[in-house]
């Protein structure tokens, strides 16, 4: 028991931000949410997230990690760091 009345049982899941910054990065690179739930665990249980569970508690990183993985409608390539491949004379190298 939880020690409170009408609570019983486990805490609810509260991710932390390493888990919503995963979620964001792997939702923008396209990667399906059944394969995210199997990366997210839940401490308590340290077993995978179910699909549902990942969508109630990470609504706002799949929606904007969906938004952000698109440029000019095709998905990024996270193997390819645009701000590292900065031509010469923007990286003030004249």
């Not at 990183?61 to 095709?74: D, K, L, N, S, V």
């Amino acid at each position: 028991m939880s020690g409170v009345a009408g609570r019983s049982g486990r805490k609810a899941f509260v991710p932390n931000p390493a888990q919503r910054n995963m979620v964001r990065k792997l939702t923008g690179w396209g990667i399906p949410q059944q394969h995210i739930c199997r990366v997210v665990t839940n401490p308590q249980t340290a077993k995978p997230l179910d699909p549902k569970s990942l969508r109630k508690h990470f609504a706002l990183e799949i929606g904007t990690g969906a938004g952000r993985g698109q440029c000019h409608g095709r998905p990024l390539d996270p193997r390819h760091d645009t701000r590292m491949a900065a031509p010469a004379w923007h990286r003030g190298h004249y």
